[in-house]
């Protein structure tokens, strides 16, 4: 059973666009959820974390976390083609212990001008 | 300031080199990490180093060794390395294990 679960895309979106990302957890006591970003050829960057069930907004950024359904989203707002990237997923827990990350294969956004 | 520094940004080298990565951050951070990263792939953990003890990824292979002269510091020697092992090297590191991670730039490895 996977752990961390994303759609691989593309996410294709016009600029201007909402981009909704998604991603679910099998691990139901995961208590802390994070969203990377990463360019092609580059390392990721934390962009959003979130701890509790509910919206956290941050600039055009909002993460979403719903526990009882095991899922966590990233709305971007105003998608710009400067925000083409994947976005990793992130959850502490899972088979890899509490004191690590297990990471989702990541969505590829893509967001045409 | 969440800056993890990481040098080489590339290395190429032979099968039959020996070689060092190295990873260093000031934030005092309390854990450090070694990913390798396929093209495509999501970061795999290798190596977890916090509070003085080493965690391992029991599927590494032997020619790949952590090292940890202080707290701040986290390289990774390479010996023997074969083709498949060209990746992409990641460091990080976060307050306490499991928290939020930041990582560093990278070091781009190909094994010829």
């Known amino acids: 059973q996977k752990e961390v679960e994303q759609n691989s895309g593309p996410l294709s979106v016009p600029e201007g666009a909402i981009a909704s990302l998604n991603c679910t957890y099998s691990d139901r006591v995961s208590q802390s959820f994070f969203w990377y970003r990463q360019y092609s050829g580059k390392s990721p960057e934390l962009i959003m974390s979130i701890y509790s069930n509910g919206d956290k907004e941050d600039g055009r950024f909002t993460a979403q976390l719903n526990k009882a359904s095991q899922y966590v989203s990233l709305l971007i707002r105003d998608s710009q083609p400067s925000d083409s990237a994947t976005y990793l997923c992130?959850?502490?827990?899972?088979?890899?212990?509490?004191?690590?990350?297990?990471f989702g294969k990541g969505t590829m956004l893509l967001v045409s001008p | 300031d969440t800056e993890v520094t990481q040098t080489p940004k590339h290395l190429v080298m032979g099968m039959t080199n020996k070689k060092s990565l190295k990873c260093e951050q000031h934030?005092?951070?309390?854990?450090m990490y070694w990913y390798k990263q396929k093209a495509k792939k999501p970061p795999e953990l290798m190596f977890v180093y916090s509070y003085e003890k080493l965690s391992i990824n029991e599927s590494v292979p032997s020619r790949f060794s952590p090292e940890c002269p202080n707290s701040s510091l986290l390289n990774l020697h390479l010996h023997a390395l074969q083709p498949e092992d060209s990746a992409l090297y990641l460091c990080?590191?976060?307050?306490?294990?499991?928290?939020?991670?930041?990582f560093g730039p990278g070091t781009r490895l190909t094994v010829t």
């Open positions: 934030m005092g951070h309390r854990a």
């Open positions: 992130a959850v502490r827990g899972g088979n890899s212990g509490y004191s690590t990350l297990t």
């Open positions: 990080a590191s976060s307050q306490e294990p499991g928290f939020e991670q930041y």
